[in-house]
């Protein structure tokens, strides 16, 4: 290997690391009632029985309930745990014998059932029902309510039980091997008879395909094809005391050891969990894998373990370097993984082995920005000091004496013709393929830092930028115009799909998608669904992900979607989904051709196994825990209800109205991820839409009316998959008595009877009262009729009089006016006659009709306009009158100044619109807004003169108009439109 010539860079020290998985840890401290757990049970609801020294516990994902003697257990030292098909749970103690948790209540078994004294150390149950447990005396069965001893099996103490499905029992003793009883009768396995390790058995388990494991203290047999064999362990593992088993979700076995940890074996070979790996401890009792994958694991003296998201592979204790921050990852032309750190620590792995480099290379401290293996024995490494060229004998280091236009460089890539080119924080530069010299190429100030360089298939070279994207070509650097008017900044890393699309990753600014057959850019952010907007790193995989690292998490985007829906589809990995790297290191993603994706993240190495990945495609079960009234716990049974003693609620709840504040306390049990369970909730009867999704686990209804009412609950689990039925809880609220049926009914009852009785009564004297009354009405009435008739009689009288003293002024002004020689003064006059003459009609009209209060305008405004056209001498041939006015009542004060306005605009026209030809006066009331009506007289004359204002301000007509339009708090315009127009606005009171 040519490579080898670059160990003279080599420590001498070659360090084999320990991966790192996910485990998560319970003790004492999250409500563990002790740190030794002898068993691990998960029952149909999903929940997680413990066997600890300190009693037994229930756990949901997130809280222990305890159950010790105060709760009616024998004693709080449990040693096994079972669950039969019926659904009870068994409990097995190391000193007080049988217990069965049913319904909530503990059922003890003892010397009176049948069972010696002392401890249970193993249950089983037959394809019969029959339950069957090892005893410190021998194997029992339990027939109705009594135990049995199987006689054919010796009075010895037994650690562990089995039955199969071939209905076979296999029962492994402390001393004496291994029995195993069939129809045909009992074969004992020894170490001495047959290939079993050891004669002290601790577990014995069967695997989904049928094979059974023996674990002993000196190591594990397997039974299959009828025969019995030693199942060999790796090598240099001394005295491994198996102590339990368990088969994965990937059909994986798993073996623990009492002082040597966990060991994983995948059908090829082996994979040993220890502290070193992550386990608290390698003391481990117990091991068992939930409905969800999870392997649980329980310790001696460190309490629960979870292993969980097998799919990432942690990196974080180095050795020497202690959860370094990955700031440069590459792969060189083998596929081994290269690193660098912040701080100058530089490595490259293979075998599961980091071959570390000489730290005396570059300054102490110096920042290791990202690596690029030409060949075997040419290394690029760009750090914060420059550039350094690791060769065969030499390293050659370029700096800025040398040429960089900055020290900080972020990328090395050759180009088509050899050429070196330089991402670096004084912009690119290029460095020649023959000569050794640097030259900047970047315009000072347009690019700013440059960070990344991205070579398309097109053979287009890409630069990501402080200040954007740009291009370089022809030896220049230029903005990138298929990019014009994209405002995308800080962008760090660059990447490109199969199709040939290019992704450009901008700190603060999300993805930037491009393709040369679009018409549009395309960004993804926030506003798309982007969880996190500061990317540092994209890569596209050969399954066509493209994975996305930013500063919280990374995503792992389905590309195809992404083209064929025009919408990102991904899957976020985070802390609690086992990516507990955190913030990925810019350009810090690469795949190996094993297909294994490597981040380089700021607690160190994290590598991703796709063919282990998988989503939890099983939905929470969901539980109501508690109901509560008025926001407080509440004891039912004090309050008179039945309660379930299962889950502790009450039983078909019948609440008084005055009880109608309730709380539904709710969860969802998610092993894998119980912080990210959502919920969605109704309470039927009251509102039949779904609540919005919500991580809230608690409902509140205040001031419930009468009715039946059923609360429903749905829960997904972290990966989005929903309870498919609904869990349902109903109850109802009764009325108060004065709204039941029956009592309405009796009050209706009552209420007739009394009616007809008083309806009865009453009936005699209204007859003997209404022919009184009917007199007394009629000689009112007549009273009232004669009195109006006097008082209409009376108002028409002064009405025909107020005309008539009208009319002597009107024959007053008309002989006036015969005197008067000068026509401005007659024109006076004449309007004055116009005046009185409109009121005068007004109270003609008024005591002519029954209705004395109101008057119809247009009748009214007809009657103004035949006096102008007899006063003006003007003929209708000569001004045609067009009134689109309809009949409209309206009372006499506003009918008084409408005819008022009327008569001063119409005046106007036939003085002044025509002066030497025909014409249209046009007179209209629009009334379809009401009470806004627009009161409209127009003609097609000459239109309104130049000095119209002048003339507005000095004529007394038109102020006579302006004041009664301010009595009708109206507003008046004139305007020039084929002649004058004069409009309106007014508001008639309802």
Same mark, same amino acid.
């Given at each position: 290997?040519?490579?080898?010539?670059?160990?003279?860079?080599?420590?001498?020290?070659?360090?084999?690391?320990?991966?790192?998985?996910?485990?998560?840890?319970?003790?004492?401290?999250?409500?563990?009632?002790?740190?030794?757990?002898?068993?691990?049970?998960?029952?149909?609801?999903?929940?997680?029985?413990?066997?600890?020294?300190?009693?037994?516990?229930?756990?949901?994902?997130?809280?222990?309930?305890?159950?010790?003697?105060?709760?009616?257990?024998?004693?709080?030292?449990?040693?096994?745990?079972?669950?039969?098909?019926?659904?009870?749970?068994?409990?097995?103690?190391? +000193?007080?014998?049988?217990?069965?948790?049913?319904?909530?209540?503990?059922?003890?078994?003892?010397?009176?059932?049948?069972?010696?004294?002392?401890?249970?150390?193993?249950?089983?149950?037959?394809?019969?029902?029959?339950?069957?447990?090892?005893?410190?005396?021998?194997?029992?069965?339990?027939?109705?309510?009594?135990?049995?001893?199987?006689?054919?099996?010796?009075?010895?103490?037994?650690?562990?039980?089995?039955?199969?499905?071939?209905?076979?029992?296999?029962?492994?003793?402390?001393?004496?091997?291994?029995?195993?009883?069939?129809?045909?009768?009992?074969?004992?396995?020894?170490?001495?008879?047959?290939?079993?390790?050891?004669?002290?058995?601790?577990?014995?388990?069967?695997?989904?395909?049928?094979?059974?494991?023996?674990?002993?203290?000196?190591?594990?047999?397997?039974?299959?094809?009828?025969?019995?064999?030693?199942?060999?362990?790796?090598?240099?593992?001394?005295?491994?005391?198996?102590? $339990?088993?368990?088969?994965?979700?990937?059909?994986?076995?798993?073996?623990?050891?009492?002082?040597?940890?966990?060991?994983?074996?995948?059908?090829?070979?082996?994979?040993?969990?220890?502290?070193?790996?992550?386990?608290?401890?390698?003391?481990?009792?117990?091991?068992?894998? $939930?409905?969800?994958?999870?392997?649980?694991?329980?310790?001696?003296?460190?309490?629960?373990?979870?292993?969980?998201?097998?799919?990432?592979?942690?990196?974080?204790?180095?050795?020497?370097?202690?959860?370094?921050?990955?700031?440069?990852?590459?792969?060189?032309?083998?596929?081994?993984?290269?690193?660098?750190?912040?701080?100058?620590?530089?490595?490259?792995?293979?075998?599961?082995?980091?071959?570390?480099?000489?730290?005396?290379?570059?300054?102490?401290?110096?920042?290791?920005?990202?690596?690029?293996?030409?060949?075997?024995?040419?290394?690029?490494?760009?750090?914060?000091?420059?550039?350094?060229?690791?060769?065969?004998?030499?390293?050659?280091?370029?700096?800025?004496?040398?040429?960089?236009?900055?020290?900080?460089?972020?990328?090395?890539?050759? +180009?088509?013709?050899?050429?070196?080119?330089?991402?670096?924080?004084?912009?690119?530069?290029?460095?020649?393929?023959?000569?050794?010299?640097?030259?900047?190429?970047?315009?000072?100030?347009?690019?700013?830092?440059?960070?990344?360089?991205?070579?398309?298939?097109?053979?287009?070279?890409?630069?990501?930028?402080?200040?954007?994207?740009?291009?370089?070509?022809?030896?220049?650097?230029?903005?990138?115009?298929?990019?014009?008017?994209?405002?995308? /900044?800080?962008?760090?890393?660059?990447?490109?799909?199969?199709?040939?699309?290019?992704?450009?990753?901008?700190?603060?600014?999300?993805?930037?998608?491009?393709?040369?057959?679009?018409?549009?850019?395309?960004?993804?952010?926030?506003?798309?669904?982007?969880?996190?907007?500061?990317?540092?790193?994209?890569?596209?995989?050969?399954?066509?992900?493209?994975?996305?690292?930013?500063?919280?998490?990374?995503?792992?985007?389905?590309?195809?979607?992404?083209?064929?829906?025009?919408?990102?589809?991904?899957?976020?990995?985070?802390?609690?989904?086992?990516?507990?790297?955190?913030?990925?290191?810019?350009?810090?993603?690469?795949?190996?051709?094993?297909?294994?994706?490597?981040?380089?993240?700021?607690?160190?190495?994290?590598?991703?196994?796709?063919?282990?990945?998988?989503?939890?495609?099983?939905?929470?079960?969901?539980?109501?825990?508690?109901?509560?009234?008025?926001?407080?716990?509440?004891?039912?049974?004090?309050?008179?209800?039945?309660?379930?003693?299962?889950?502790?609620?009450?039983?078909?709840?019948?609440?008084?109205?005055?009880?109608?504040?309730?709380?539904? $306390?709710?969860?969802?049990?998610?092993?894998?991820?119980?912080?990210?369970?959502?919920?969605?909730?109704?309470?039927?009867?009251?509102? $039949?839409?779904?609540?919005?999704?919500?991580?809230?686990?608690?409902?509140?209804?205040?001031?419930?009316?009468?009715?039946?009412?059923?609360?429903?609950?749905?829960?997904?689990?972290?990966?989005?998959?929903?309870?498919?039925?609904?869990?349902?809880?109903?109850?109802?609220?009764?009325?108060?008595?004065?709204?039941?049926?029956?009592?309405?009914?009796?009050?209706?009852?009552?209420?007739?009877?009394?009616?007809?009785?008083?309806?009865?009564?009453? @009936?005699?004297?209204?007859?003997?009262?209404?022919?009184?009354?009917?007199?007394?009405?009629?000689?009112?009435?007549?009273?009232?009729?004669?009195?109006?008739?006097?008082?209409?009689?009376?108002?028409?009288?002064?009405?025909?009089?107020?005309?008539?003293?009208?009319?002597?002024?009107?024959?007053?002004?008309?002989?006036?006016?015969?005197?008067?020689?000068?026509?401005?003064?007659?024109?006076?006059?004449?309007?004055?006659?116009?005046?009185?003459?409109?009121?005068?009609?007004?109270?003609?009209?008024?005591?002519?009709?029954?209705?004395?209060?109101?008057?119809?305008?247009?009748?009214?405004?007809?009657?103004?306009?035949?006096?102008?056209?007899?006063?003006?001498?003007?003929?209708?041939?000569?001004?045609?009158?067009?009134?689109?006015?309809?009949?409209?009542?309206? @009372?006499?004060?506003?009918?008084?100044?409408?005819?008022?306005?009327?008569?001063?605009?119409?005046?106007?026209?036939? /003085?002044?619109?025509?002066?030497?030809?025909?014409?249209?006066?046009?007179?209209?009331?629009?009334?379809?807004?009401?009470?806004?009506?627009?009161?409209?007289?127009?003609?097609?004359?000459?239109?309104?003169? +130049?000095?119209?204002?002048?003339?507005?301000?000095?004529?007394?007509?038109?102020?006579?108009?302006?004041?009664?339009?301010?009595?009708?708090?109206? /507003?008046?315009?004139?305007?020039?439109?084929?002649?004058?127009?004069?409009?309106?606005?007014?508001?008639?009171?309802?």
């Amino acid at each position: 290997m040519r490579f080898i010539t670059l160990l003279f860079l080599l420590l001498p020290a070659l360090t084999s690391q320990a991966q790192q998985f996910n485990f998560r840890n319970w003790s004492l401290e999250q409500g563990l009632p002790q740190s030794q757990v002898n068993d691990i049970l998960q029952d149909n609801k999903g929940q997680l029985w413990v066997a600890t020294l300190g009693g037994l516990s229930r756990f949901d994902g997130t809280t222990f309930q305890t159950y010790t003697k105060r709760d009616g257990l024998s004693s709080n030292s449990i040693s096994c745990l079972f669950q039969d098909s019926k659904r009870r749970i068994w409990i097995g103690t190391r +000193d007080k014998g049988l217990m069965q948790l049913n319904r909530n209540r503990f059922y003890t078994y003892d010397g009176e059932s049948g069972l010696p004294p002392g401890g249970v150390f193993d249950i089983a149950e037959d394809n019969l029902g029959m339950i069957w447990v090892a005893t410190g005396s021998g194997v029992y069965s339990l027939s109705g309510t009594k135990f049995a001893s199987h006689d054919s099996l010796p009075p010895i103490r037994y650690n562990a039980l089995l039955s199969t499905s071939a209905n076979e029992l296999w029962a492994g003793s402390a001393t004496e091997g291994v029995y195993r009883a069939t129809l045909q009768g009992i074969t004992h396995y020894t170490s001495s008879n047959s290939s079993l390790p050891d004669d002290a058995v601790n577990a014995i388990s069967q695997s989904p395909t049928g094979t059974i494991w023996v674990g002993t203290t000196q190591g594990v047999a397997i039974f299959r094809q009828n025969k019995l064999q030693r199942f060999p362990l790796p090598p240099g593992l001394l005295s491994p005391d198996v102590t $339990d088993f368990t088969t994965d979700t990937y059909g994986h076995q798993w073996l623990s050891m009492r002082n040597k940890g966990a060991l994983k074996y995948d059908g090829k070979q082996f994979q040993h969990l220890t502290r070193y790996s992550g386990l608290r401890t390698d003391k481990v009792n117990a091991i068992a894998t $939930d409905m969800e994958g999870n392997i649980w694991i329980g310790t001696s003296g460190q309490g629960l373990m979870q292993y969980r998201n097998p799919w990432f592979v942690h990196y974080f204790d180095m050795g020497q370097v202690k959860e370094p921050v990955i700031s440069a990852l590459a792969q060189d032309t083998k596929g081994r993984v290269w690193i660098g750190t912040d701080d100058g620590y530089a490595a490259y792995m293979e075998g599961g082995i980091l071959h570390w480099l000489r730290t005396d290379i570059w300054p102490a401290g110096t920042t290791l920005h990202s690596m690029w293996v030409q060949h075997e024995d040419d290394v690029w490494v760009c750090s914060s000091q420059g550039v350094y060229r690791l060769g065969p004998k030499s390293v050659r280091h370029y700096g800025t004496l040398q040429g960089l236009p900055a020290a900080e460089t972020y990328q090395a890539m050759p +180009d088509q013709a050899g050429n070196m080119l330089l991402a670096t924080a004084g912009g690119m530069a290029i460095m020649s393929v023959n000569q050794q010299v640097v030259v900047p190429v970047s315009p000072p100030g347009i690019t700013g830092k440059v960070y990344t360089i991205h070579r398309d298939t097109n053979g287009r070279t890409w630069l990501g930028a402080e200040n954007g994207i740009f291009r370089y070509k022809n030896g220049n650097v230029v903005p990138a115009p298929e990019l014009s008017g994209a405002n995308f /900044k800080e962008v760090l890393t660059i990447a490109e799909d199969k199709k040939g699309t290019l992704y450009f990753g901008g700190f603060n600014y999300g993805i930037l998608a491009f393709h040369d057959s679009w018409k549009a850019l395309k960004v993804y952010n926030s506003q798309s669904g982007l969880p996190n907007e500061g990317i540092k790193s994209l890569y596209v995989d050969r399954s066509n992900f493209l994975w996305v690292g930013t500063s919280r998490s990374v995503l792992k985007m389905r590309l195809d979607e992404l083209h064929r829906l025009g919408r990102i589809s991904f899957r976020s990995y985070a802390n609690q989904d086992g990516f507990r790297g955190m913030e990925v290191s810019n350009k810090g993603i690469t795949q190996t051709p094993d297909g294994t994706v490597w981040f380089a993240t700021s607690k160190g190495l994290t590598m991703y196994l796709p063919d282990m990945d998988r989503r939890n495609r099983v939905y929470p079960y969901a539980v109501l825990t508690s109901i509560m009234l008025f926001l407080k716990p509440t004891d039912w049974e004090a309050l008179g209800h039945k309660v379930d003693s299962t889950n502790g609620l009450p039983i078909n709840l019948k609440l008084p109205h005055t009880q109608n504040h309730l709380t539904f $306390d709710f969860h969802g049990i998610s092993l894998t991820a119980p912080d990210r369970v959502k919920y969605r909730y109704r309470l039927k009867g009251h509102d $039949d839409n779904w609540s919005a999704v919500t991580d809230q686990s608690f409902a509140t209804y205040a001031s419930l009316g009468p009715g039946n009412y059923t609360f429903q609950l749905l829960a997904s689990n972290g990966d989005g998959y929903w309870t498919p039925s609904p869990l349902t809880y109903s109850f109802s609220i009764v009325p108060p008595i004065w709204r039941r049926e029956w009592f309405i009914v009796l009050l209706l009852l009552i209420g007739s009877g009394g009616a007809i009785s008083i309806v009865r009564l009453r @009936e005699s004297s209204l007859v003997k009262l209404n022919s009184l009354l009917e007199q007394k009405v009629q000689h009112r009435t007549e009273l009232l009729e004669q009195k109006n008739r006097e008082k209409e009689i009376l108002l028409k009288e002064i009405h025909h009089r107020v005309k008539n003293n009208l009319q002597i002024i009107m024959s007053m002004l008309n002989l006036q006016a015969r005197h008067i020689q000068d026509p401005k003064a007659l024109e006076v006059m004449q309007s004055i006659r116009g005046r009185v003459r409109s009121m005068a009609l007004l109270h003609e009209r008024l005591y002519q009709h029954e209705d004395l209060a109101a008057i119809n305008l247009h009748d009214y405004f007809k009657s103004i306009c035949d006096g102008l056209y007899a006063t003006y001498g003007v003929t209708n041939q000569q001004v045609r009158l067009q009134l689109d006015v309809p009949n409209l009542m309206v @009372e006499a004060d506003t009918a008084l100044s409408l005819g008022l306005i009327v008569n001063e605009l119409a005046s106007n026209t036939l /003085k002044y619109a025509f002066p030497d030809r025909t014409g249209l006066l046009r007179i209209s009331l629009d009334s379809r807004n009401k009470p806004a009506y627009v009161l409209v007289v127009a003609d097609d004359g000459i239109g309104l003169p +130049d000095d119209f204002e002048d003339r507005r301000k000095r004529s007394f007509g038109l102020h006579l108009v302006t004041s009664l339009t301010k009595k009708l708090n109206g /507003k008046i315009d004139f305007k020039n439109n084929n002649g004058t127009n004069s409009i309106l606005h007014f508001v008639l009171a309802s």
